[in-house]
């Protein structure tokens, strides 16, 4: 766990929705936080060197440009290659997510990996390129597609405070 | 965000300028006191054009951050992916039990034994545990919990 200070925070509170479309975007949230332009660069940075920030970028809306169909495919593989082999699967550039977790007894599967495509075919053949891939190291596999989403609230500091 | 569409664009709604923008930033935007301009330079744009084309694709949908992304663990809380099987007759009064607490942060149907699947997000560890504990004395269901153990680089990318 990282130790925040309370400008790390006010920082973070005042970037989370998003960065200015101003051609000084980080003198303008200076500006906002009583910083100098320099002083936000290199909070910035700091924070992505610690891992706070994961990266600065855009990430497009995966549904507009076609990507409708998602499922969030489980797999059973043995323990000892479970790593090696999550590392596998989220380095393909259709799974959006890739956890190693722990089984339950209603439950097989360690690896889960979200699947996006632009249909469920296309999420289907995915799934079995990495069926292919993983080959006798898979025991079992499954996909589950949601069927509605019963809530969705973003994942927020509120107020500055940690949650 | 405003417009979170959840449907296609039609594809004249974009031309290769904007699909160079999408599929550029994605791998990154620079710390520097122009961004634009810098990022521009790499696209053949200025940045004003730049912010001009970011603008309107904010605006139609195609963007659904642009900016820092944090990871909130190292932020501080505690997050749990957790399911519940729920006899189908009842799946409504349970989706609404579970939705009251402030501390699930999603929630999904989905089509498997385990049907009903949502994140709790806690400022403490022990804050997962006591949630879990409420939701089923609530339900009368087992919640079963399955932390993340590790998670794995993400090389995840759209091409628009």
Known sequence: ?163 | MKNLRRHSLPPEALDTADRAILNTLQEGFPLTPRPFDDAGATLGLTGAQLITRLQRLREIGAITRFGPFFDAEAMGGAFCLCALSVPEPDFDRIAALVNAHAEVAHNYARDHALNMWFVLATPTPEGIARTAHRIEAETGLTVWQFPKLREFFIGFRVTA
């Open chain 1, 1 to 163: 766990m990282t130790r925040l200070d309370d400008t790390d925070r006010r920082l973070i509170a005042a970037t989370q929705a998003g960065l200015p479309l101003v051609q000084a975007p980080y003198a303008c949230i200076a500006a906002d936080l009583g910083l100098t332009e320099a002083q936000v660069i290199d909070r910035l940075s700091q924070l992505q060197a610690r891992g706070v920030i994961r990266r600065i970028a855009l990430a497009p809306n995966h549904y507009a440009l076609g990507m409708t169909a998602n499922g969030m495919s489980v797999w059973d593989v043995e323990d000892k290659v479970a790593g090696t082999l999550g590392e596998m699967i989220g380095a393909l550039d259709f799974v959006s997510h890739c956890y190693l977790r722990p089984r339950a007894p209603v439950w097989r599967y360690n690896l889960f990996a979200m699947l996006h495509g632009k249909s469920r075919t296309e999420v289907e053949n995915k799934r079995t390129r990495i069926r292919a891939l993983l080959g006798p190291a898979c025991l079992a596999d499954d996909i589950l597609y949601s069927t509605r989403i019963l809530k969705k609230t973003g994942l927020r500091l509120r107020d500055g405070q940690e949650r």
